[in-house]
């Protein structure tokens, strides 16, 4: 092979690998200003597809665990009364039992109290919660009240 055959070879591998670099480069920038060009000697460029239009992100869901660092509550009654809140304003749930908070202190990754019975009924003593007629699978079933609403949404302040 002489000397000239092997030099046009690597020129025109040479070539390849810059259009392919700038066809990469257009891909990844595709917002910048193309560069002036230098006044070489080049192929006439192959034409790229257009990029493909990245989708926004989706909307974060929001979690037990996230809404009860939010709330930040100071012990587990009120961690329970942030729990009903969110399983009714978030969950979509009419009414909910024992096992709902509980499920809901594993979901929030909370140590689960010794009785969250007991939790629920501090919160209807202090008026944040109260008792519905309808039992929810077998179990006592509670909702919110409008000063156990109220009482969450000011961050645990009385109204």
Do not use: C
């Not at 910048?32 to 192959?46: F, L, R, S």
């Not at 009654?77 to 908070?101: C, P, T």
């Amino acid at each position: 092979m002489s000397d000239s055959t092997h030099l046009a070879k690597l020129e025109a591998i040479l070539k390849e690998h810059e259009e392919r670099i700038k066809s990469l480069e257009q891909r990844l920038e595709p917002r910048k200003p193309a560069e002036p060009k230098v006044a070489v000697q080049q192929p006439a460029p192959t034409p790229t597809p257009a990029p493909t239009p990245v989708a926004p992100p989706a909307p974060k869901v929001l979690t037990v665990r996230h809404f009860i660092l939010e709330k930040g509550p100071t012990d587990d009654v009120q961690r329970a009364l942030v729990i009903g809140y969110f399983l009714e304003k978030h969950g979509a749930y009419e009414s909910f039992n024992a096992k709902d908070i509980e499920k809901g202190f594993v979901e929030g990754r909370e140590k689960v109290p010794g009785n969250t019975s007991d939790k629920l009924l501090k919160n209807v003593w202090k008026g944040n919660m109260m008792q519905v007629k309808e039992d929810k699978d077998g179990l006592k079933a509670y909702v919110l009240t409008n000063a156990g609403t109220k009482f969450v949404e000011t961050g645990f302040k009385q109204a």
